[in-house]
């Protein structure tokens, strides 16, 4: 698990492709790295497999590949970079899996006093799952939504998370890897709703058609009325 706190921002010294995905070596400043573990490179949840002076070297499967783009990374690229959180640790973001929902892309951005309001458009079926400040990983990074319309939603970014991010020298029309709030995943799926896939569950558990059948699906999750 990670909390969407931008720890480094790393280059990419090398992006291999090959028959089954894509080799990444990356350069960061975290100190006394361990084989085996896990850091988020862009929001996406990769594990160490070698260790270098300046940095690790990482896997990415043809499954994170097609969920991603981090197959468009190349030489010089830079990337967020978050290692996973410790028990313990402060929560100053909310809980990611690292686990990518899909693909999005910057629309536009426009100043907002010392600030920048950033419009991004997600990929349809993840549009059920954006909310007026709600929480949103946008290539690894945890933002608050500031307001929704259909699939396009705009996140307001303070000088701090300008200066700890790349966001500022993404272009417009650039790819994000978009991860939705891990509540909504399990409240969509409570309610029998189409998931990040699209794929819909309402057969399965069909969807509260009033207010009687939402009580009562909320008793059945052990819900109690107050008075």
């Known amino acids: 698990m990670f909390t969407g706190l931008v720890a480094a921002i790393g280059t990419v010294k090398r992006a291999e492709r090959g028959p089954k995905g894509l080799l990444l070596r990356v350069t960061c400043p975290f100190p006394e790295l361990v084989l085996g573990e896990s850091i988020a ?37 830079t990337v967020h970079l978050e290692r996973a959180l410790s028990l313990g640790d402060r929560l100053g973001g909310h809980l990611v899996s690292g686990h990518v ?14 600030a920048v309001v950033v419009t991004f458009e997600a990929p349809t079926h ?10 949103i990983t946008i290539d690894g990074v945890s933002l608050t939504v500031n307001g929704v319309k259909g699939a396009h ?52 558990r069909p969807a509260p058609s009033n207010d009687k059948e939402m009580w009562a699906l909320l008793q059945r999750q052990g819900y109690t009325e107050t008075k």
Do not use: W
């Not at 929001?43 to 991603?68: M, Q």
């Open 41 to 77: 490179v862009s929001g996406c949840c990769l594990t160490v497999t070698t260790i270098h002076e300046d940095g690790f070297t990482a896997d990415a499967s043809s499954e994170t590949l097609a969920k991603t783009h981090l197959g468009s990374l190349q030489t010089g690229s």
């Open 101 to 114: 929902d899909g693909i999005g892309s910057l629309v536009s951005r426009a100043p907002s006093g010392d």
């Open 126 to 135: 993840l549009a059920p799952f954006l909310a007026p400040k709600g929480s």
């Open 153 to 204: 939603f705009d996140v307001v970014l303070v000088p701090f998370t300008r200066t700890e991010t790349h966001f500022d020298q993404r272009p417009v029309g650039a790819a994000v890897n978009l991860e939705v709030d891990l509540l909504a995943k399990y409240v969509a799926r409570l309610l029998g709703r189409p998931g990040v896939d699209g794929v819909d569950d309402s057969a399965m």
